[in-house]
């Protein structure tokens, strides 16, 4: 983005000569911003001060992008904090390998959706700024209505209590808790591959791979954690099992808490490119390889 923008800063926008509307930023993005728009409009001569938008009726909201802020059409007039926690944040669907998955409007999270689900959700979208100026203005007649301008109504935004209330609240803290655990996975393996290079060798790796196959993402019930894994270094080999065992319980623990039992949510959970190593920056992929998730059907077992 052009600018620097905050949380909370609070904009008018014009509806005509006469008139101005008020809206918000509610999260800034890498390159978007999640914006509302407010319900009430002002006379020019004597706009709203900025705490005006605490308690204010949202009419509209949409991730844009700041080309209005930029360029000066849009004004800040100030920067609000407190009202943001009550303001809804966007879940959106979005296909990952031919499967559907819930994610946040920031993307720092997904998990596959159940069909119950899916069907409440939106594709994620950004609209231009100039299109949430427009549904202002046909909500207050200056312009024609649009169908377009009622998909920005706010609401129409599914967040994380309208999907599916306190179970669907634990599941997204349970996929949080995988990220966590899946971390400290990656920070110990690291570990590891500082002194024993070997770690990184083919053979290792899918010895690896098919430890947290087998304990975690398919959870077999017989599954036995090797000793071995192809470490040159039996104090090596030692450490491997014991990060590994400690993720593999953990992560079981916490997919049973969170009610994450689907073979393929359990795959995305450890397959997850949005975590990384603390030092480094390594992936899962750096220690285990990577799974199709459509090369299995929903038992886990390989498609021929």
């Known amino acids: 983005m052009a600018e620097s923008w905050n949380k909370g800063d609070v904009f008018l926008l014009p509806i005509d000569s006469t008139r101005v509307g008020l809206g918000q930023i509610v999260d800034v993005l890498q390159s978007e911003l999640y914006v509302v728009i407010y319900a009430n409009i002002w006379n020019a001569s004597s706009p709203p ?12 909201a949409s991730l844009t992008l700041d080309a209005k802020l930029h360029h000066g059409d849009w004004t800040v007039i100030g920067n609000v904090t407190n009202n943001l926690a009550n303001i809804k944040l966007p879940l959106s669907k979005v296909r990952i390998s031919g499967e559907m998955h819930i994610e946040s409007h920031d993307g720092s999270w997904s998990r596959c959706a159940t069909a119950e689900e899916a069907e409440q959700l939106r594709f994620r979208k ?11 203005k046909a909500h207050y007649g200056v312009l024609e209505p649009h169908p377009a301008y009622d998909d920005l109504r706010y609401d129409l935004v599914v967040d994380l209590a309208r999907l599916g209330g306190d179970d669907c609240r634990l599941r997204i803290l349970g996929a949080l808790g995988m990220e966590e655990l899946l971390r400290q996975l990656l920070n110990r393996l690291e570990q590891v591959g500082s002194n024993h290079e070997e770690l990184y060798d083919t053979e290792c790796r899918e010895r690896m791979g098919n430890a947290v196959m087998d ?14 894994f192809g470490l040159y270094a039996t104090e090596a ?12 319980t953990k992560a079981n623990s916490q997919a049973a808490e969170s009610s994450i039992t689907d073979f393929h949510e359990r795959l995305a959970a450890f397959q997850n490119s949005d975590v990384e190593s ?9 220690f285990c390889g990577h799974s199709a998730p459509d090369a299995f059907d929903s038992t886990g077992n390989v498609i021929e």
């Open 49 to 60: 001060c900025p705490q005006d938008a605490v308690g204010q009726e949202v009419l509209f």
């Open 126 to 136: 950004t609209v231009a700024p100039v299109r949430l100026e427009k549904a202002l």
């Open 215 to 228: 304990g975690f993402v398919r959870n077999k019930g017989d599954f036995v954690l090797a000793d071995d």
């Open 237 to 248: 080999n030692l450490a491997v099992k014991e990060a590994l065992a400690e993720y593999i």
């Open 278 to 286: 603390d030092g480094e920056g390594s992936f899962y992929d750096d």
